[in-house]
């Protein structure tokens, strides 16, 4: 008895388009049908190294059987084949990943994207009109049979089929003379042979069908003519062939198909090792970041072939955490085919091939940015909190193999700089590198510390993103030349007069810095007088260590750290009239001193681009002065 069932909506939905919509490309179905083939294949000669329940076979092969009498074309393997519960749940609903994106570019009718997001499966709709899968897996007691004309429901059954494996049959649809449309041609050898050829021809298994062939025998007149079956694909993986003949359409076609992005990639390499260590490598940078990069799910990796076939979906160690976002594949002769995939962790050739791809990805990524600086910029826009992080990570561990990755855009600068080329041009006498740190290069220049900044003439990284001030705690230096945050409280911006007019002048106030200090005893570590600020009356900075961001980063952190605390530090600006004012209230009345106080360390918290601790206090007090000023001016 056959069971009937409903599509889930997003599936409906694709198939309705499948159905009804014109494209040009309906060709494209076998190719799907043929790489669905091909992975459940895979799947059986893996699974079959593993579990016993699994049996292989010596002859893995995918066969394409036409029938023009019933205009049929089936695509048959001895893959994994699939269980009842897997034909509801793979052929019933489309993955989640990525369908949104999915219909919108299905929309514009990219169908170059079918196949790139679970779904290629559908496409067999868009040229038969009913389409029937007998399918039998060693993980069911008995085969099935599933069965739809691409509407709304699909029946499953059960049925007779000896051995592991899938039949797909399509029950083509009739030619379509009005709209152009000639589904026989599907039925045809030499349709087959070219699609084959253009679309399936590195498929790692061989894709077979029963040929015409003439023979001329010496009794007759006429050829004979007889079948025979041929493989029709040359199965060399496009790794393996020569690179001088690979297009790179070719190589992007197969990243988009092999890694569901529907960008080309914005980088990729390819890599042929010989001697004690033989591999290939092609790898690929995306342009994007995957959609779940950032989060749990995203796992790194490289698919692992050996001598063409693969024998593992993602070898995780393959490539470091660093360059995770880095895909692609391995190839390498040197693998036994036979050891289970815990072994393969350990494997001592693994290692080194692995180290042998880290080095590839920095030297090619260093020749990026020497060479083409624009590439290696949209690169470091997409990746460059990774390295920033790398560089932190693992206390500093990777850091030397990445200092010269990262780039920052500055005060002087739009352009993102390195390092290297930051002290390359900083005046001589400069002894550090200086980083200035806030949401974006706007707020950075309008923070009061930058007057002494470009008195001086100096240029000072601008950090925007969170992971940079503790990237550089980690990295200290650069070329022996430290590291100083602009906020930090002592200062080598200001000239040595400069210090001893301040050293004086605050002796001199000795008394009213000290009430400043007390009234604001629970809210700053120190209040003094500074010499760098030019025009800011008053500015918050922090003593060495910790700095405001890196605190507001922590305790935003779920178990964050105890006693993380940066040293807080007002700074007033002795030239400016507010300090004036100040010293004559301190003068006139000690306690108001308290008020002013209060005002003060608010005014540094929003020029710092901060809310203010306590807006109704703040509000009162500004009120009552600006009464007051009134009272002033009037009388
Ligand atoms: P994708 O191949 O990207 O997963 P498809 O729509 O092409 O998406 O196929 C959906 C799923 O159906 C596959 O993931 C697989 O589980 C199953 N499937 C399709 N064809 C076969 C087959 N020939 N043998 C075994 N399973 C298959
Ligand atoms: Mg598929």
């Given at each position: 008895m056959a069971k009937t069932k409903q599509f889930k909506t997003q599936s409906k939905k694709l198939l309705d388009l499948m159905v009804n919509a014109i494209y040009?490309?309906?060709?494209?179905f076998l190719r799907e049908l043929i790489s669905n083939a091909s992975d459940a294949i895979d799947k059986r000669h893996h699974l079959s190294l593993t579990d016993e329940k699994v049996p292989g076979v010596e002859d893995y092969e995918i066969f394409i059987e036409r029938d023009k009498n019933n205009r049929s074309l089936t695509v048959k393997d001895n893959g994994i084949g699939m269980t009842e519960k897997e034909l509801v749940s793979e052929l019933g609903t489309i993955a989640e990943s990525g369908s949104k994106t999915f219909f919108e570019k299905l929309e514009k009718k990219?169908?170059?994207?079918?196949?790139q997001f679970g779904?290629?499966?559908?496409?067999?709709f868009m040229v038969a009109q009913e389409v029937v899968v007998r399918t039998r897996s060693p993980y069911d007691e008995k085969a099935y049979e599933w069965k739809s004309a691409g509407k709304a429901t699909y029946t499953i059954a059960e049925t007779e089929k000896e051995d592991i494996g899938t039949e797909i049959t399509l029950h083509l649809r009739e030619d379509d003379e009005e709209n152009e449309?000639?589904?026989?041609?599907?039925?045809e050898e030499n349709t087959i042979r070219s699609l084959i050829k253009k679309?399936?021809?590195?498929?790692?298994?061989p894709i077979r069908m029963e040929v015409e062939k003439e023979k001329q025998e010496d009794d007759k007149e006429e050829p004979t003519t007889y079948t025979e079956t041929e493989t029709?694909?040359?199965?060399?993986?496009i790794w393996k062939r020569q690179k001088s003949e690979i297009e790179k359409k070719e190589l992007d076609d197969f990243y988009k198909r092999e890694f569901n992005d529907f960008e080309d990639p914005l980088h990729t390499v390819h890599t042929s090792v010989e001697g004690l260590l033989t591999y290939t490598a092609l790898l690929f940078i995306p342009k994007k970041p995957p959609?779940?990069?950032?989060?749990?799910k995203y796992e790194k990796g490289l698919k692992l072939y050996s001598k063409g076939v693969m024998?593992?979906?993602?070898?995780?160690?393959?490539?470091?955490d660093h360059f995770r976002f880095v895909k692609g594949l391995v190839d390498s002769?040197?693998?036994?085919?036979?050891?289970s995939r815990e072994m393969l962790q350990h494997d001592r050739q693994l290692k080194r091939i692995a180290s042998h791809i880290e080095k590839k990805i920095k030297s090619e990524l260093e020749k990026l940015q020497k060479n083409d600086r624009e590439k290696y910029v949209e690169f470091f826009e997409a990746y460059g909190s990774i390295l920033k992080y790398g560089i932190y990570d693992?206390?500093?561990?990777?850091k030397d193999k990445l200092k010269d990755l990262v780039m920052f855009k500055t005060t002087k600068s739009d352009d993102y700089i390195t390092l290297a080329e930051y002290i390359e041009r900083?005046?001589?006498?400069?002894?550090a590198i200086y980083y200035a740190t806030g949401k974006d290069k706007a707020s950075i220049l309008a923070q009061p510390q930058m007057d002494a900044l470009k008195k001086k003439g100096y240029e000072a990284l601008l950090f925007?993103?969170?992971i940079d001030e503790f990237m550089v705690q980690v990295l200290a230096e650069y070329d022996s030349v430290p590291f100083k945050s602009l906020?930090?409280?002592?200062?080598?911006?200001?000239d040595e007069d400069r210090k001893k007019d301040i050293e004086q002048k605050e002796k001199d106030h000795g008394k009213l810095l000290k009430a400043l200090k007390k009234a604001l005893s629970d809210k700053v570590d120190d209040v003094r007088l500074s010499g760098?600020?030019?025009?800011?009356p008053v500015c918050l900075v922090t003593g060495e260590g910790l700095s405001l961001e890196m605190e507001r980063i922590l305790e935003k952190l779920p178990d964050k750290p105890e006693g993380v605390k940066a040293q807080r530090i007002l700074e007033l600006n002795p030239d400016h009239e507010l300090f004036a004012a100040l010293q004559k209230v301190h003068a006139k009345d000690k306690k108001r001193v308290n008020d002013y106080a209060s005002l003060l360390y608010n005014q540094a918290l929003l020029i710092e681009g901060r809310s203010i601790e306590d807006p109704k206090t703040f509000s009162d007090l500004m009120v009552r002065l600006m009464v007051e000023a009134s009272k002033d001016e009037a009388g």
């Open positions: 040009t490309h309906k060709e494209i990219d169908l170059d994207i079918i196949g779904v290629g499966f559908y496409s067999a449309e000639n589904y026989s041609e599907y039925l679309y399936s021809d590195y498929i790692r298994h029709l694909n040359s199965m060399i993986p959609f779940d990069f950032y989060s749990e024998i593992e979906e993602k070898n995780e160690p393959l490539v470091p002769a040197d693998l036994s085919l036979n050891i693992k206390f500093g561990a990777e900083k005046p001589d006498e400069q002894k925007t993103e969170e906020k930090q409280a002592e200062s080598d911006l200001v760098r600020l030019q025009e800011a």
